[in-house]
Nanobody
Framework: QLQASGGGLVQAGGSLRLSCVVSGRAFSDVVLGWFRQAPGKEREFVATIARSGRRIYYADSVKGRFSISKDKAKNTVWLTMNGLKPEDTAVYYC???????????????????WGQGTLVTVSS
């Protein structure tokens, strides 16, 4: 089970930090990711972090502005978003995927478990 939180309304240029608590899975055995879906658009990849935490990958659209991190002791993965733009407005989802290897995954189909989503709205 994944429980996402931290969304809200923010002005362009502002920051938000999304949190996702992972339960029911061995936290150290899953690859974690963040995806988003804007109104009228398909879900898109945002960021992923491998089991070890040593491999991280971002979508080009958020590179340099967003940061993914995790804490095993808290079973939590975060998405820190800085320099937000109106085009970042979307429902953000955290996801977890079983991973035998220390892989990073960018396809939503490669994830097995999804959170309920948290809405981020960026005003201009």
């Amino acid at each position: 089970q994944l429980q996402a939180s931290g969304g809200g309304l923010v002005q362009a240029g502002g920051s938000l930090r999304l949190s996702c608590v992972v339960s029911g899975r061995a936290f150290s055995d899953v690859v974690l990711g963040w995806f988003r879906q804007a109104p009228g658009k398909e879900r898109e990849f945002v960021a992923t972090i491998a089991r070890s935490g040593r491999r991280i990958y971002y979508a080009d659209s958020v590179k340099g502005r967003f940061s993914i991190s995790k804490d095993k002791a808290k079973n939590t993965v975060w998405l820190t978003m800085n320099g937000l733009k109106p085009e970042d407005t979307a429902v953000y989802y955290c996801a977890a995927g079983d991973s035998r290897w220390d892989a990073i995954k960018v396809r939503g189909d490669d994830y097995d478990f999804w959170g309920q989503g948290t809405l981020v709205t960026v005003s201009s």
